[in-house]
């Protein structure tokens, strides 16, 4: 099945007439663009909206004004890593390995959510090294279920071994053409050692094409109650 998902021509998404809202979730600047560049490529390259939404600016305190926040070379970073996508950028107001998982932050992370209002939502597989990494997975499966599972619900892998672990895929999707424009945004992300990280998350695109037959693939899991063929 997941190999059949990814084969050309019979793409469930291409028969789709209407514009998506994609909406990718990732603990830090660089974990959507790491565990999900090559598909935000293809669901652009489609004429979808992708939005690409950080738990935290990577700041290891919170920043105490917005003009603070703005002079992050992070959030430049990120806005960099965005226009090489063609997505947008959203920050949640959390703190890099600080997360907070209580009944407010679950709120206003769903409030965050809602007002995008996505058809697709991608988030961090759950068992991950990274309690930041954790804490979105929990938040986003949270504001899944509050807002009726009307959306579609994928976990993606970033840094195996490092991060994620215990990643088991249910569908592929083909970034070999891709490729170049997630490694130009991976390496926007210049100051957290993109030679190194980089390196590894192709090994694991390379990985997971071998086991879809395509050069290099990202893998997914599908929340089982979750709307099916919403991949590019
Ligand atoms: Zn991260």
Known sequence: ???????????????????????????HPG???????????????QGHDVALLYL??????????PE???????????????EILKARPIFAPQCDAHAVVDSARYDEFRA????????????????????????????????????NRRFALYYYEVSDGEDTAMFAPSDYVDISSAEPRKRTACYAH?????????????Q??????????????????RHVASPTGLLP
């Not at 603070?68 to 965005?82: G, T």
């Not at 210049?190 to 192709?202: E, F, G, I, N, R």
Request: net charge neutral.
């Open 56 to 65: 935290n600016r990577g700041e290891k305190t919170c920043p105490e004004s």
């Open 112 to 147: 965050i959510v809602e007002a995008e209002n996505p058809d697709v939502l991608f988030t961090h597989w759950p068992v991950d090294n990274h309690r930041d990494h954790r804490a979105i997975a929990m938040l986003s499966l949270d504001a899944w279920l509050r807002l």
């Open 1 to 27: 099945m997941a190999i059949a998902a990814c084969a050309p021509g019979i793409s469930a998404l291409r028969a789709q007439p209407r514009k998506l809202k994609v909406l990718v979730a990732g603990g």
């Open 68 to 82: 603070q926040s703005a002079a992050n070379p992070r959030v430049a970073e990120a806005k960099r890593a965005c």
């Open 31 to 45: 974990d959507p663009e790491y565990g999900c560049g090559g598909t935000i490529c293809r669901y652009v390259d």
């Open 190 to 202: 210049a100051s957290q050692s993109p030679d190194k990280y980089y390196a590894l998350q192709d």
């Open 204 to 221: 694991i695109a390379r990985f997971r094409g071998v086991e879809s037959r395509h050069e290099r693939a990202e893998a997914f899991t």
